[in-house]
T-cell receptor, first 115, second 114 residues
Framework: EAGVVQSPRYKIIEKKQPVAFWCNPISGHNTLYWYLQNLGQGPELLIRYENEEAVDDSQLPKDRFSAERLKGVDSTLKIQPAELGDSAVYLC?????????????FGPGTRLTVL | AQSVTQLDSQVPVFEEAPVELRCNYSSSVSVYLFWYVQYPNQGLQLLLKYLSGSTLVKSINGFEAEFNKSQTSFHLRKPSVHISDTAEYFCAVRLQGGSEKLVFGKGTKLTVNP
């Protein structure tokens, strides 16, 4: 069974440019998460989806970040415009959802460098 | 709100030596506890978890962790490490019965030297 797929794996852009990251969760996983991992830090939740609904986006900087999960499967995270401080690894994870102790499975991440 | 403290940012050890990676958490309600491992240029992988029952949990590759409620700790141990255990280890908590949000510590970089 395929794991969580993310693309691209690496992205280098100039500041003020837009950038988008894509995530395909494990088949059948209703819950999808986007995490931000700064260098030397643990991941921090940006947004959580239950199917196509964003149920926790309190940590998402909405002035420049947006996300969508059309049809409740794949998801895209966008930054527009990117700033130098956005350089980090963006991780996608998925789980069966429904509460309880379901494990979150992580993708390899997208490493963003903003110049 | 819950929080996680990993007391050591880096732990260098020699191969076949024992190791302990420390994790303390803070929460006003019961939590689930997790250890994730991240190898270079890879995503996080679940190493082991405490949900309920026995306070000592073990992974398939020789790691174990013990939940200590009175000390609010979940330290990770291995009696004899291998070069291949070199990675970053993250402790995380999640509220029982609440949001599925994981709160991570800052990580501990374990380096196993020959």
């Amino acid at each position: 069974e395929a794991g969580v797929v993310q693309s691209p794996r690496y992205k280098i852009i100039e500041k003020k440019q837009p950038v988008a990251f894509w995530c395909n969760p494990i088949s059948g996983h209703n819950t999808l998460y986007w995490y931000l991992q700064n260098l030397g830090q643990g991941p921090e939740l940006l947004i959580r989806y239950e199917n196509e609904e964003a149920v926790d986006d309190s940590q998402l900087p909405k002035d420049r970040f947006s996300a969508e999960r059309l049809k409740g499967v794949d998801s895209t995270l966008k930054i527009q415009p990117a700033e130098l401080g956005d350089s980090a690894v963006y991780l996608c994870a998925s789980s069966l959802g429904g509460g309880g102790s379901n494990e979150q499975f992580f993708g390899p991440g997208t490493r963003l460098t903003v110049l | 709100a819950q929080s996680v403290t990993q007391l050591d940012s880096q732990v260098p050890v020699f191969e076949e030596a024992p190791v302990e990676l420390r994790c303390n958490y803070s929460s006003s309600v019961s939590v689930y506890l997790f250890w994730y491992v991240q190898y270079p240029n890879q995503g996080l992988q679940l190493l082991l978890k405490y949900l309920s029952g026995s306070t000592l949990v073990k992974s398939i590759n020789g790691f174990e962790a013990e939940f200590n409620k009175s000390q609010t700790s979940f330290h990770l141990r291995k009696p004899s490490v291998h070069i291949s255990d070199t990675a970053e280890y993250f402790c995380a908590v999640r509220l029982q019965g609440g949001s599925e949000k994981l709160v991570f510590g800052k990580g501990t970089k374990l380096t196993v030297n020959p």
